[in-house]
Nanobody, 126 residues
Framework: QVQLVESGGGLVQAGDSLRLSCAASGRTFSTYATAWFRQAPGKEREFVAAISRGGGNTGYADTVKGRFTISRDNAKNTVYLQMNSLQPEDTAVYYC???????????????????WGQGTQVTVSS
């Protein structure tokens, strides 16, 4: 079991940066692959980035590759999403997700994750 709480969202201008944090509670956090998804109004929830339980494998959506960086600190039970060069198209509610599993990989579909945070709003003005 793991509980996730996101923070760090806000209103920024295009070109600015934000660092989202996902604080996790649970004794088995280090066994969970984690990911960030986002959902804009009227759109489906989409994959942003993921990191395997040990942090050795990461993946990104093409739309954010080169701008966003996902990382995790299992000792702190925290997952981060560093977002640089933000654009208005990045405006969305960002969700942290986690999934248990034996693999050191990750999934890119929402259905791959069974634990979700409440979301944090990121708004990027032009």
């Amino acid at each position: 079991q793991v509980q996730l709480v996101e923070s760090g969202g806000g209103l920024v201008q295009a070109g600015d940066s934000l660092r989202l944090s996902c604080a996790a509670s649970g004794r088995t956090f280090s066994t969970y692959a984690t990911a960030w998804f986002r959902q804009a109004p009227g759109k489906e929830r989409e994959f942003v980035a993921a990191i395997s339980r040990g942090g050795g494998n990461t993946g990104y959506a093409d739309t954010v590759k080169g701008r966003f960086t996902i990382s995790r600190d299992n000792a702190k039970n925290t997952v981060y999403l560093q977002m640089n060069s933000l654009q208005p198209e990045d405006t969305a509610v960002y969700y942290c997700a986690a999934s248990s599993g034996d693999s050191d990989g990750y999934g890119v579909g929402p259905g791959s994750y069974n634990y979700w945070g409440q979301g944090t709003q990121v708004t990027v003005s032009s």
